[in-house]
Structure formats: C-alpha cells, structure tokens
C-alpha cells in the first residue's frame, strides 16, 4: 500500500519554528518529486513548496520564502518541511503529496492524512 | 484572490450532467498542463484528472476533464449524490515558479 504520513504539528507562538515530516511507504521514493500543500480553516488549497526527486531543485510560494525550507532524505524515505518565523496566517492543515509526473507539474496523486499546524500567542 | 478563478458554487440534481470552469493564463495553463482534484470535508484530496483530461485508474468514466487556450472544464455526467464536494483545478505557473490552484467549487447534488 502506498502511504504518506505527516507529522511534526502542533501549537506554536508567532516567530517561533516548526519542523514537519512526510514519512514515505510502498513506493520507490527516491524516483519522485514531492510537494507540500496546505488548507486553512474553511479555505482552499494552497500550494507551499515543492521538491524534485534528488533534493536539487525547490520551488517555494513567494508567502513562505525566506522562511520555509523544503529537503528530504531519500535514504530513509522522508521528507521534510522547516519552518521558521511562523505567522499567524501560517496556520492551516499541512499536506505532504507525490508528485505523479515530477515537480513542475500539478499531479498529486498520492497525499497524507496531514498534520495541523496552529500559530497562535 | 487565486490565481486560477472557479465558480464558488455549482449545482444539479441526480442524473444531470454538470460541468465547472477554470480560468487562468498563459502563465499557467496556457503553457502548463492542468489537474483537478474532489475533496470531501475532513478528507485529503483526490486526483480526478492530470495532464489536462488523463483519468487515473478509479475515477468513473462519468467524469472527464478538457482545456481550451486558457480555461479548463471538468464535467460530471450522471451526477450522483458520492459527486458532492469541493473541486479544485490546478497548474503550474511559469512566471510565479510555482503550483496553483483555483479556489474550489462547491458542488451541491439536489
């Protein structure tokens, strides 16, 4: 079965940092890009990063920029999501997802359960 | 504001066909392939259509997806009341360098 498990949320003041992980079963990790994508409160999806299969090329959303760095570890199928000065509208459910086709296009095939993440003082 | 511009709502009654708009550019899905993805409240979301109107293995033939220049449509034929959800659209963006999504529309079997 094909698996992608989030964790790493949890209640967090502004300014303060968060590391997320995407743990990866029942495919060849390795071979895939991957992508985090996120959904606040009654929102929509948002996209936030996205990285290829060798960990060479991220791609972030110009809200997250600066602040937010996207790696994995292919040896241990994970991937990861640091994030840093966290704002109050960073608050949402975090997404991790495969990447069907690689990384600059949109097929998601496979997604997580996500992991929630509150920014609150 | 999203980049990729849907209807909030939609709507139709079991049997009828049904069809949501997304509009974009030629940053995005003017250059870029679209997929759409059906989302049930407090569930992940699920790949309906990738490479603009390619199903994946599951999803019933009675949904299918095209793109035009800039717009895309999905359509559902046979509407039944498992098709109510949230329905987004998304692509790639060149000029932004990064994903995007339409803002989803909320499809009401009546």
């Known amino acids: 079965q094909v698996h992608l498990v989030e964790s790493g949320g949890g209640v967090v003041q502004p300014g303060r940092s968060l590391r997320l992980s995407c743990a990866a079963s029942?495919?060849?990790?390795?071979?895939?890009?991957m992508h985090w994508v996120r959904q606040a409160p009654g929102k929509g999806l948002v996209w936030v990063a996205s990285?290829?299969?060798?960990?060479?090329?991220?791609y972030y959303a110009d809200s997250v920029k600066g602040r937010i760095t996207i790696s994995r570890d292919n040896s241990d199928n994970t991937m990861f999501l640091q994030m840093n000065s966290l704002r109050i509208d960073d608050t949402a459910l975090y997404y991790c997802?495969?990447?069907?086709?690689?990384?600059?296009?949109?097929?998601?095939?496979?997604w997580g359960q996500g992991t929630q993440v509150t920014v609150s003082s | 504001q999203s980049v990729l511009t849907q209807p909030p709502s939609a709507s139709g009654t079991p049997g009828q066909r049904v069809t949501i708009p997304c509009s974009g550019s030629?940053?995005?899905?003017?250059?870029?392939?679209v997929s759409w993805y059906h989302q049930l409240p407090g569930t992940a979301p699920k790949l309906l259509f990738y490479?603009?109107?390619q199903r994946p293995s599951g999803v019933p033939d009675r949904f299918s997806a095209s793109k035009s220049g800039t717009s895309a449509s999905l359509a559902i034929s046979g509407l039944q009341s498992e098709d109510e959800g949230e329905y987004y659209c998304?692509?790639?963006?060149?000029?932004?360098?990064?994903?995007?999504f339409g803002g989803g529309t909320q499809l009401t079997v009546l």
């Open positions: 997802a495969r990447g069907l086709q690689g990384v600059r296009v949109t097929s998601f095939d496979i």
């Open positions: 029942g495919f060849t990790f390795k071979n895939y890009g």
């Open positions: 990285l290829s299969y060798d960990g060479r090329k991220k």
């Open positions: 030629t940053s995005n899905i003017g250059r870029n392939s």
């Open positions: 490479s603009d109107d």
């Open positions: 998304a692509s790639w963006d060149d000029s932004l360098n990064g994903a995007v």
